[in-house]
């Protein structure tokens, strides 16, 4: 099978190609980068951006796709409002972490971005359901601007540092795929959660 996925910066792609590598191979990667896409959800709302991610994604149904995973969490939601127009199914990388996530009790997200805030806390929400769920955010100082920068080191350094502070919680996400790395590097007892890993196994088990 064909899985696209859809990036808003490029540093995802050897991420999920190492990951195919290592859980599933034989599937076929399509990487689609369009950091254009976050640049204009940041300024004027992830709907902004909706007809574009449904065009990029008809046009990878048209040459072969048979699922979609979308990594941005910031347009994550819009991607997957596009499921029923493109005909494949469409997932957002981080919605298995949130629901794991829901499962073990108090939540802090731990985000690069703040317009990332919104569509994870929606996240949370939607997997918990009537259950509800007590969680907390927090916006790591500096991360977002090292991450531009291309210190990959750094904005790494500052999100397990930030993930260390945390107290008073039974589990921690990390809201954007760019910051899976920073869970080998954190020391706290706390869970720690990323979305990569479980995000493709789900696009994969859903585009079989």
């Known amino acids: 099978m064909t899985l696209a996925l859809l990036h808003t910066s490029p540093v995802h792609v050897p991420v999920f190609d190492a990951l195919r590598d290592a859980d599933h191979p034989g599937l076929v990667l399509r990487h689609l980068v369009h950091e254009d896409l976050l640049i204009r959800a940041r300024e004027s709302g992830p709907e902004e951006v909706s007809d574009e991610i449904h065009r990029l994604l008809s046009d990878a149904v048209a040459v072969g796709a048979s699922a979609v995973l979308c990594t941005c969490s910031t347009i994550g939601g819009v991607a997957e409002s ?39 806390l929606g996240l949370l929400a939607e997997e918990a359901g009537e259950r509800g769920v007590d969680v907390r955010s927090v916006l790591v100082a500096g991360a977002w601007e090292r991450f531009t920068a291309g210190d990959r080191t750094g904005f790494l350094d500052l999100v397990a540092a930030a993930a260390d502070a945390v107290a008073d919680a039974d589990v921690i996400v990390l809201a954007q795929a760019s910051m899976a790395d920073a869970a080998a590097r954190a020391t706290t007892r706390i869970p720690v959660l990323s979305s990569p890993r479980s995000g493709l196994a789900a696009a994969a088990a859903a585009g079989c």
Do not use: I, K, S, Y
Request: aromatic share 0%; hydrophobic share 65%.
């Open 82 to 120: 596009a499921a029923a127009r493109v005909g494949v199914p469409v997932l957002r990388v981080d919605r298995p972490m949130a629901a794991a996530a829901v499962r073990e009790g108090r939540v802090v997200v731990l985000a690069a971005l703040a317009a990332t805030l919104a569509p994870t």
